[in-house]
């Protein structure tokens, strides 16, 4: 039997594509699916003696209500259904559970001498990334052709030199600037790079007429093998180029992220969810350039406005407890200085340490010297993703598919990321200078 709210809800989904999200009664995505007609898919599932499979009925009998999100076309709703399912992890989508991901260009630009190659997995890592598209010859098609246009590298080397010329044929056969042998200087090749970048940002269309002009002009001469290795190539480029967006609608995001706060605060035993939480990561190498990072989250998201980095100055060697230690004296005494509140910067309702027992007991040694006993503190263990408690509590294993878990990791994982990258700033600059002195 069809709920009065389920029938009303029929009435305005649109006859557009897009993907829709069932839910239960506690508000539990189950189900994750893509149409390109979504009042039509949509409509199937609940029409009276529909002849459904075992495990569709079963899925319809569980749902109380449904969302949906409109795309542009149908390669944009088979990457956002694929990359919800990914997230949510649905009861009911079992087939696509390990299913791979699709195939994605990444430019390091990071590099000396930057390159593109093909990935599975898009990272907050500071590269150029395009895509993930569902067809993998477009990726790879695109890439070789940027790769020979604006004579970028395939080797994989870190920094290209004369003995990996030795074993390359993009150079015989002019299709790559050749930086290991220093015909091409370090400022001109990130310039090519770049307007690779941009081209296929999709702010270059003009290249997209000049192949398909090359396509025309050799079909008109009867080199009908070139004309139709163009003819695929411009397909592929006009794929790549194209705007492909996977978004979570607004509402959508906000729901989970106010989901995940609530799990967050009755998992650790908070009288209210988190509305401000910071998180601490200590970054070093052997011991050296070691530092530290704060970041913030405010209703959930990422505040960067009030992220800081700290370079440890107490503590000789690797020791995150006591590094840890440090980072926080030094943050909760500069909370109290004149000016701190202007910054936003009050005492979180939260605070993570990423590690485990040592650097969490560390941490709250730190705030009890200052007389702070109202911050509550956990620590986040990178394992096994466990939460850690200091007052004799057990470990917390949240579900792998828990909001409160996605809180917590995406916060750790960008305190990783943004001590990661200071820690890397202060190393290149340790080395440009010791080259200058020698």
């Known amino acids: 039997m069809v709920s009065e709210l389920i029938r009303e809800r029929l009435k305005e989904v649109p006859n557009r594509p897009g993907c829709y999200l069932m839910r239960d009664r506690r508000g539990v995505i189950i189900y994750v699916g893509k149409a390109k007609d979504l009042r039509r898919r949509v409509s199937s599932y609940f029409r009276p003696r529909a002849n459904h499979a075992p495990k569709v009925r079963s899925m319809v009998d569980t749902?109380?209500?449904?969302?949906?999100?409109?795309?542009?076309?149908?390669?944009?709703?088979?990457?956002?259904?694929a990359e919800l399912i990914k997230h949510h992890k649905p009861h009911f989508n079992i087939l696509m559970r390990d299913d791979k991901r699709y195939l994605a260009l990444r430019g390091d630009s990071a590099a000396e001498w930057p390159r593109f190659s093909c990935v599975r997995?898009?990272?907050?890592?500071?590269?150029?990334?395009?895509?993930?598209?569902?067809?993998?010859?477009?990726?790879?098609?695109?890439?070789?052709?940027?790769?020979?246009?604006?004579?970028?590298?395939?080797?994989?080397?870190?920094?290209?030199?004369?003995?990996?010329?030795?074993?390359?044929?993009?150079?015989?056969?002019?299709?790559?600037?050749?930086?290991?042998?220093?015909?091409?200087?370090?400022?001109?090749?990130?310039?090519?790079?770049e307007e690779a970048c941009e081209f296929l940002a999709g702010h270059r269309p003009s290249i997209l007429s000049e192949v398909e002009a090359e396509m025309r002009e050799a079909a008109e001469k009867g080199r009908y093998e070139t004309a139709a290795r163009l003819r695929d190539t411009l397909f592929a480029l006009k794929e790549m180029t194209k705007a492909h967006f996977v978004r979570t609608p607004p509402e959508m995001r906000r729901r989970n992220v106010e989901q995940g706060l609530k799990e967050l605060a009755e998992a650790i035993g908070l009288k209210a969810p988190p509305r401000f939480i910071e998180c601490c990561d200590i970054s070093n190498l052997f011991g050296t350039h070691s530092v530290a990072s704060l970041v913030v989250a405010r209703d959930g998201m990422p505040d960067k406005r009030l992220y800081r980095h700290f370079r440890i100055k107490t503590i000789e060697g690797a020791d995150d407890p006591r590094s840890m230690a440090e980072v926080v004296r030094r943050r909760f005494t500069h909370d109290a200085a004149p000016g701190a509140k202007s910054l936003g910067l009050q005492k979180p309702d939260l605070f993570?340490?990423?590690?485990?027992?040592?650097?969490?007991?560390?941490?709250?040694?730190?705030?009890?010297?200052?007389?702070?006993?109202?911050?509550?503190?956990?620590?986040?263990?990178?394992?096994?993703?466990?939460?850690v408690f200091d007052d004799g509590r057990e470990n917390l294993l949240l579900p792998r598919d828990s909001e409160a878990l996605f809180v917590c990791t995406r916060l750790r994982d960008e305190a990783h990321r943004f001590a990661i990258t200071y820690h890397r700033h202060l190393r290149d600059k340790d080395l440009r200078d010791r080259l200058k002195k020698s």
């Open 352 to 387: 993570i340490c990423d590690g485990g027992i040592t650097q969490l007991r560390a941490t709250r040694a730190a705030l009890a010297e200052l007389g702070i006993d109202d911050v509550p503190t956990v620590g986040l263990a990178e394992r096994q993703e466990e939460i």
């Open 63 to 81: 749902v109380f209500d449904f969302e949906w999100m409109t795309v542009k076309n149908d390669a944009e709703a088979l990457l956002t259904e």
């Open 121 to 193: 997995t898009v990272k907050d890592d500071g590269a150029k990334y395009f895509g993930p598209f569902p067809s993998s010859p477009v990726v790879r098609t695109a890439k070789d052709f940027v790769e020979k246009r604006y004579g970028i590298r395939e080797c994989k080397s870190e920094c290209p030199c004369e003995e990996d010329h030795r074993h390359c044929l993009a150079d015989v056969i002019r299709t790559c600037s050749a930086p290991c042998l220093g015909r091409i200087s370090n400022a001109e090749y990130r310039a090519r790079f």
